[in-house]
């Protein structure tokens, strides 16, 4: 906007000029045309004219010269100055200049309101996407805990009657829950760490096995009662990855292809090599994720159409790409067909951290 006010200033008058504006007992340059760069002796007498509201001139050292000050004021009072340097005075384009002055005025006034308004526009978001998270983080945390304080409530009060069957499935699900839970409060910290820049990587030669092995362990019942059916290369190397931050990574997929495809049906996951990295793929069978979606699972709280009746807070897969790309590789999702979810990250087989890097 005050290049397009420059532009027209100085086809008219061909002079060089600048916008000084008023921040608290501050002036600043807001604006300056190539050919006058204001000094100190510029801000000061800017100061000057919004202060007195009237046009201050300062002549230069050459004596040539002379710096002409228009104050800029509009309805909540004098916001800056107009400067402009002349090899003349203005004289009978006087109003002209100061028509300038009045329209950069009401330019800046404009633009500040809807600077305001923008503003006000993104705080009021920000407020309903603050109290939406909360009230979805709040939902996902009662649930798992009132099943947790049913099952053992149960256990407590009923102990003499129930059989040993209703026991354990009481118990399976109170530990199912707890570890449901735990992992929500384990992505919100993770989410935490690394926007904040605090993961770590701390890459070691790891059995790709023995990374799976781990996620599936700890996924604990989820596993019990599914199948998950895993395929090997036999010819995969030691991998260098962080162990820890690697089973976070397949635990998250695979509670995803878990808890959104048919119980009768088996997840599959393979690993491999491919384009000298370790790509490991897995795949399941329900209803998949619509087109359109696609390119935003990855954003944080993004919660697709098939999540709506499952829970979650969208974190999962956004965590999942952070540490995929702390460790320099890269992760994508895709449709299967005819129906089903493909999700594979790649980690590279050479010129992975050793020794640590932080993200």
Not at 143 to 171: F, K, M, W, Y
Not at 314 to 332: D, V
Request: with cysteine; hydrophobic share 40%; glycine share 8%.
């Amino acid at each position: 906007m005050l290049a397009a006010i420059d532009r027209a200033f100085g086809a008219t008058f061909g002079f060089p000029m600048a916008i000084l504006m008023s921040e608290g007992d501050q002036v600043s340059v807001q604006y300056h045309s190539d050919g006058f760069v204001p000094d100190k002796d510029d801000l000061a007498a800017a100061a000057s004219t919004i202060a007195s509201g009237e046009v201050v001139r300062r002549t230069g050292p050459q004596g040539s010269e002379r710096f002409y000050f228009v104050p800029l004021s509009t309805s909540n009072g004098r916001i800056g100055a107009l400067a402009f340097r002349a090899d003349r005075n203005p004289g009978r384009n006087w109003p002209l200049v100061r028509s300038f002055a009045n329209q950069t005025s009401l330019a800046v006034l404009r633009s500040s309101l809807e600077d305001q308004a923008r503003y006000a526009k993104v705080l009021s978001e920000a407020g309903q996407f603050q109290k939406t998270l909360l009230d979805s983080i709040a939902h996902n945390v009662r649930t798992p805990l009132a099943s947790i304080i049913g099952s053992l409530s149960t256990l407590q009060e009923d102990h003499s009657v129930l059989n040993e069957a209703i026991r354990r499935e009481l118990v399976d699900t109170a530990r199912h829950e707890a570890d449901r839970l735990n992992r929500l409060l384990g992505n919100l910290l993770d989410l935490s760490r690394l926007e904040s820049g605090a993961v770590r990587v701390r890459a070691d030669a790891c059995d790709v096995q023995d990374v799976i092995g781990a996620a599936l362990e700890q996924l604990g019942s989820a596993t019990r009662h599914r199948s998950v059916e895993v395929t090997l290369d036999s010819s995969l190397p030691p991998v260098h990855m962080d162990f820890v931050l690697i089973v976070q990574v397949i635990v998250n997929l695979l509670d995803n292809a878990l808890k959104y495809s048919p119980e009768d049906r088996p997840v599959l996951m393979r690993a491999g090599i491919s384009e000298n990295a370790l790509a490991i793929t897995i795949c399941d069978e329900g209803q998949g994720i619509p087109q359109h979606d696609l390119d935003h699972v990855f954003q944080k709280f993004n919660r697709a159409a098939r999540t709506s009746e499952r829970g979650g807070i969208g974190l999962g897969l956004s965590i999942c790409r952070g540490l995929i790309e702390a460790h320099k590789g890269t992760i994508r999702i895709e449709r299967r067909n005819p129906r089903g979810t493909r999700i594979t990250f790649t980690l590279p087989l050479h010129g992975a951290a050793k020794g640590g890097s932080t993200v």
